[in-house]
């Protein structure tokens, strides 16, 4: 492995490691199945004190993220670190100019990483090769950014970002921010209803997509998607299309515009300032799913998020000069905002994004991708290591993975066995796993270790520094040890989602209402006696299948625009691979006759509808579905009858 180089610009003057550090690992003694980090990886990690810089944070939270808001360039400073005179709408860095982008790119072109590789692209066959340097990387924002701004697009207008994993996604949402647009990047395995809901909920009046994606070998047909979708969004006025697959699309006159004919125009050229934005101005919107109702636009910002998600990165995945990460997700997801482009770029390090999935056209996809690059930090999620670990130990033992030196993980609990391989066969049992818990809503890491931190399989270990979790009861008193109860979040932080995007309202109910002054994760726990935190999973209506957000509203919706269905009931059930799988109840329309042909066509309705990702593993006819009396469905009931388990309180249960 290399020796590490010091980063010559991102030195942290304030907290050199002392001299004598002590690690965490032989000041506790843990119980359980527990990994201790080995001499190697403490001597490496830049943070090698966990307990000092938490007790500090603890001690000062305000004073922890000035310092690391220090490490970053701003064109004007803050007044306050935090205002919270008006919670739950906390304010960060309130007075301060800044852009993302400014930190993301513009300050590595005065360094030595101008010269630096900021990404690296591979297609999914494999024959496709492209990466830019920071340099590079700038030319691209600026081009792409004067194109947007020559269709009008001013600060604080939404664009959507509906493309594939290709290099042009990271421009577009790098030139949004530039020019202090807001983005709102729609996942591009979404479907039509999905992708149609977000372009009118958000007022984009510019979409940015591609002629269609590669999956699996097979063309997905990205802009007859847009097309159908914007037959329901008459207010969209241009739509730049990226060519990458080649396929016959149809271009609208004065709407549709190909990207690489516009960059031939003299618009694309010349200079393009970076704008200086309020700390607090929005830097893009991202939905997710919910427990009711449509999914919901969640705000982060330019200072704050920025600041979280350089700090989080550094400190978890000890980023350095020389690495080469690879976060598997797909930018339109917020694991991919965070941690493909902007946590990435701020920290100056070479981020590698990779157009295909794991097992394409074989199992060792990734892998031979890991050795080819030179992969340094791996962070991907327990359902695609579950997926892989199927196909045995074979396919990774091709590989050299010897440049590994962290791994990750992220979405959904890792159940231990999944973990063990992870550890064993791509790890060599020599590599830490950072096992990430955060949210859409969180921006960053909220519960993780760092590399010096002992491991538990399943364990997301304590809160990064500045964070304080609980775990309580439905009257929002602490639980005891190993006791399951309601995650919440005690303390502020700076990439803390800022609203629901036209929706103040909801944000307050939905986050801050049930246990004022905490926020609310949606998620239940338990806490071991060692102050490790264990997910158990989401207590609402959100169903998380191969780590992807969806709400049983959304499916349940689908199902009843089909002209067979009356009602209809999803629930989330454990599944081997995906973690979760969706399995739907649906109550026929007079007239109607359940079949396995019916069956079929309502999954594939699902999937046309909302996206593959949606589509049910079953449907089941029923003559009924539980309800309460007022006429809310339970699901809960649901899922326990399905399951073989006792009902609970079924009170409320109207037969
Ligand atoms: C939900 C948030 C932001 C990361 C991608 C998902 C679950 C996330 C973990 C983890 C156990 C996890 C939670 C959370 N989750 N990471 N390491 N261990 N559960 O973001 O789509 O907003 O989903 O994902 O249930 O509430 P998201």
Not at 546 to 553: C, F, P, V, W
Request: charged share 25%.
């Amino acid at each position: 492995m290399a020796t590490k180089t010091k980063s010559k610009v991102a030195k942290p003057v304030r907290r050199a490691s002392p001299p004598k550090a002590r690690p965490v690992a032989k000041a506790r003694k843990l119980s359980g199945e527990v990994y201790y980090p080995s001499k190697k990886v403490i001597e490496q990690a830049r943070l090698k004190d966990w307990d000092k810089l938490a007790k500090s944070a603890k001690k000062d939270l305000r004073g922890f993220w000035e310092a690391e808001a220090n490490e970053l360039e701003w064109f004007g400073k803050w007044k306050k670190v935090l205002d919270d005179s008006k919670k739950p709408f906390y304010k960060w860095f309130t007075g301060a100019k800044v852009n993302i982008v400014h930190n993301a790119v513009d300050r590595h072109l005065k360094s030595y990483r101008k010269n630096k590789l900021a990404l690296i692209w591979e297609s999914e066959d494999g024959k496709d090769h492209r990466s830019f340097s920071y340099f590079g990387l700038n030319r691209q924002v600026v081009r792409m950014a004067n194109v947007i701004k020559s269709m009008g697009v001013k600060k604080g207008d939404r664009v959507t970002i509906y493309m594939g994993r290709i290099p042009e996604i990271v421009f577009a949402m790098l030139a949004c921010a530039k020019i202090g647009a807001i983005h709102s990047v729609v996942f591009g395995g979404f479907s039509v209803d999905s992708l149609a809901g977000r372009i009118e909920d958000s007022k984009s009046k510019l979409v940015i997509t591609c002629d269609g994606s590669f999956q699996n070998g097979k063309i997905v047909q990205l802009k007859s998607i847009v097309d159908d979708s914007l037959k329901r969004c008459p207010a969209v006025e241009n739509v730049i299309v990226v060519k990458r697959v080649g396929n016959e699309v149809n271009m609208e006159t004065g709407r549709d515009h190909w990207y690489h004919e516009l960059l031939e125009t003299p618009i694309a050229d010349g200079k393009c300032e970076t704008v200086q934005m309020d700390a607090e101005d929005p830097l893009f919107i991202l939905y997710t799913s919910g427990s009711t109702g449509k999914p919901k636009a969640i705000l982060h910002t330019h200072g704050g998020y920025m600041v979280g998600t350089y700090s989080t990165l550094k400190y978890v995945f000890d980023i350095q000069d020389d690495d080469r990460w690879w976060c598997t997700a797909d930018p339109g997801w917020i694991t991919g905002h965070s941690y493909i482009v902007y946590g990435p770029m701020l920290n100056g390090a070479t981020s590698f994004l990779f157009e295909g999935g794991p097992s394409y056209p074989e199992p060792n996809r990734w892998w031979q991708v890991i050795e080819r690059y030179g992969i340094t930090i791996f962070y991907t999620a327990p359902t695609a290591i579950r997926g892989l670990m199927r196909f045995g130990d074979s396919w990774p033992s091709k590989h050299d993975l010897s440049s590994l030196r962290l791994l990750g993980t992220v979405g959904e609990p890792i159940n231990p066995e999944a973990w063990r391989w992870y550890h064993r066969v791509i790890g060599g049992e020599k590599l830490p796993i950072m096992d990430t818990w955060w949210q859409t809503e969180t921006g960053a890491f909220m519960i993780t270790p760092t590399p010096v931190v002992p491991l538990k399989p399943g364990s997301g270990t304590r809160p990064f520094f500045g964070q304080e979790a609980e775990i309580v009861d439905e009257q929002g008193k602490t639980v005891g040890d190993d006791t399951e109860g309601y995650l919440v979040l005690k303390n502020p932080w700076p990439a803390m989602l800022r609203t629901i995007y036209g929706d103040d309202e909801r944000y307050v109910t939905q986050y801050w209402s049930k246990y004022p002054g905490k926020y609310t994760t949606g998620d239940s726990a338990k806490r071991d006696k060692d102050g490790y935190f264990w997910i158990i999973g989401r207590v609402d209506d959100v169903i998380k299948v191969s780590g992807h957000r969806l709400g049983t509203a959304e499916v349940e919706s689908a199902l009843v625009s089909h002209p067979a269905v009356a009602e209809a009931a999803a629930i989330g059930l454990p599944h081997e691979i995906k973690g979760q799988g969706i399995y739907t109840f649906v109550l026929l329309r007079a007239g109607k006759v359940a079949s396995a042909e019916l069956a079929e066509e309502l999954r594939q309705h699902v999937a046309t509808h909302i996206g593959p990702i949606a589509r049910p593993e079953e449907v089941r006819f029923v003559d009924k579905l539980p309800k309460t009396r007022s006429g809310k469905i339970m699901r809960r009931v649901l899922k326990a009858r399905a399951q073989g388990l006792p009902e609970g309180d079924i009170s409320t249960l109207e037969e």
